[in-house]
């Protein structure tokens, strides 16, 4: 079954309907130039009420250790390290909290994809994005997808995500060329004001699972 992370969520509702939903992640945003950024009041309070058997992920860009400590403590099961740390400061980080890590890889060409396997041998899941423009304040959650075609044929033994403006739309053309078995969503379950949709959300899952059964079928 291919596996769903939901990021970005700020409303128990939502939660609540991920789980029904049966998605396998949820993420938290702790960078202050997001919109969804949460701070660490709120996300605590969702975190307590978000269904044991979700992975709960909190994301981060370009952390020091301060913040890092400041949200050790709020239930998180993952972090998403989604700025620009370098090999070393992932291992640094990976020495000094107990936290399971996901690193994102913002790639555009092929030549994007050789820093994936040193990456992969500090980490325990890759999480393939669109690299952000020049001017684009957001490391991710811009809505803009990539070149699907240069992950085709890829076979990783470590596990991945799919991620870059994925929606109910595009979602199974992504799955047809990248053979992904995880995907990350945000920007494409939001309506014009940039709240998560519980309707957008179901459509999303449900194009997945119609993918699974087409595949089953055959």
Known sequence: MIEIKLCGLKEPTHLK????????YVGFVFF???KRFLNNETAKSLISHTHPNIIKV???VNPNDVLLKSISDLGLDMIQ???SESVSRVKEIRSKFNFSLIKAIGVNDKNDLNQIKSYSEVVDQILIDAKPSSVSSLPGGNGVKFDWKILKNKTWRFPWFLAGGLNEKNVTKAL???KAKKVDLSSGVEDSSGRKCISKITSFVKKIRQYEDSLNAR
Not at 17 to 24: D, E, F, Q, S, T
Request: glycine fraction near 16%; charged fraction near 10%; charge should be neutral.
């Open 17 to 24: 309907a991920a789980y029904n939903l049966g998605v396998k």
């Open 32 to 34: 202050e130039n997001s």
């Open 58 to 60: 909190g994301l981060v």
């Open 81 to 83: 390290l989604h700025g």
């Open 176 to 178: 047809m060329i990248t």
